[in-house]
């Protein structure tokens, strides 16, 4: 089964049913509509739930709107965004990186 890695403050507001979307950059697990998947908290690396993948949209960081950001936490503006991205990924990241976003739901 596919992992997901979430920061505790993450883990909690999936759980609590806030966030139902997940942005990833760089897919390295080959992320497919109906993959199940386990959430792992990624201070302490223990599971904390099993989710499905529902949706898949693919967009550039530079052209993500308001509306794509349901489910998913806000940033306070487009650069804490971009640079939100750059400390997971590093520097590669700009603002024509692909950003497959994901839409889930708990199982």
Do not use: P
């Amino acid at each position: 089964m596919k992992t997901l890695k979430f920061r505790q403050n993450l883990a909690e507001e999936i759980l609590a049913g806030r966030k139902t979307a997940t942005w990833r950059i760089f897919d390295d697990k080959n992320l497919q509509v109906g993959d199940r998947l386990e959430f792992i908290v990624w201070e302490s690396k223990e599971k904390f739930v099993e989710a499905e993948i529902l949706s898949i949209c693919e967009k550039k960081l530079k052209d993500i709107e308001e509306k794509d950001y349901l489910g998913h936490e806000k940033f306070v503006s487009n650069e804490e965004m971009l640079n939100n991205y750059r400390n997971f990924y590093g520097e590669r990241v700009n603002w024509d990186t692909l950003v497959k976003m994901i839409d889930f739901k708990i199982l």
